[in-house]
């Protein structure tokens, strides 16, 4: 079965061209032009992967990406104004798997639904739990419970911390994580990494700010702690 786009952007002719493109790609695409279109279509639906525009005439990208985030873990790519860096972090802060500028050429946004995707469906297959004292991981449910109790990360989060936590005790750098979970390499300035840890941190942590799980190690990157704290 042919996977399905879901398209939220009210510049219309650029839907209609990625549509013709994703569609000749085997893609089944459906459009919307407003966010309270995007939001129906959501739950009518059920798409695969949603690519979502910042920029909406009713409701802009970043409340309807957070409004997608209450009632679907659906993988999110937002397209965002070129060198606004901010739109970015806030994007990913409210739960976007991925972001791409515009303009852009059509096959990086292929090539990053496909990494989405990819992300997506790689490990369902998979059984394993890797387990931490109160924290488990499930590889096959893509799920995350403390006490059995859901932690609530994207897909890309989820992915970040699968490889944190294979390789616990190894100090990963940001480079390396990029690398492992997105398959392409970190620009120096690319701080995504930083805000996704931040919002796994929020997820697990009782203390974010004072994390036992995952440790910042000064310019070197992230270590997932083999032995954790009781407390979460």
């Given at each position: 079965?042919a996977q399905?786009?879901?398209?939220v952007d009210?510049d219309?002719r ?9 569609s ?6 459906h459009?919307a032009?407003?966010a309270?279109?995007g939001?129906?279509?959501l739950?009518?639906i ?8 910042v920029?909406?005439p ?5 409340e ?7 009632v679907?873990?659906?993988?999110i790519l ?6 606004e ?5 806030v994007?990913?802060e409210?739960?976007a ?5 515009k303009p ?5 946004l292929l090539?990053r639904?496909k ?5 997506r ?16 991981i ?11 109790d859901?932690?609530?990360l994207t897909s890309y989060q989820f992915?970040l911390?699968?490889a944190l936590?294979?390789n ?15 398959g ?7 701080r995504s ?9 929020a ?17 070197a990157?992230?270590v997932?702690a ?5 407390e979460?």
């Open positions: 079965m399905r786009v879901l398209i009210d219309t650029l839907s209609a061209m990625l549509a013709d493109y994703l000749g790609n085997g893609y089944t695409v459009a032009a407003t309270a279109a939001l129906t279509d739950g009518r059920m798409p695969d992967v949603v690519i979502l525009d920029m909406l009713d409701l802009d990208g970043f309807t990406c957070r409004r997608m985030r209450v679907s873990d659906v993988p937002m397209l965002t104004a070129k060198g860096e901010t739109d970015r972090i994007g990913l409210l739960g798997d991925d972001y791409l500028p852009f050429n059509p096959r990086e090539a639904l990494a989405i995707l990819r992300r469906n790689g490990s369902a297959a998979v059984s394993r739990v890797l387990r931490f004292g109160r924290l488990e499930d590889a096959g449910s893509r799920s995350v419970r403390i006490d059995g859901e932690c609530v992915d911390l699968v936590a294979e616990a005790g190894r100090t990963l750098s940001r480079e390396r994580l990029m690398d492992t979970v997105k392409e390499e970190l620009d120096a300035f690319d990494i930083d805000v996704h840890i931040s919002r796994i941190r997820a697990i942590e009782s203390n974010p700010k004072h994390p036992r799980r995952i440790i910042t190690v000064r310019g990157g992230y997932f083999r032995f954790q704290d009781e979460r």
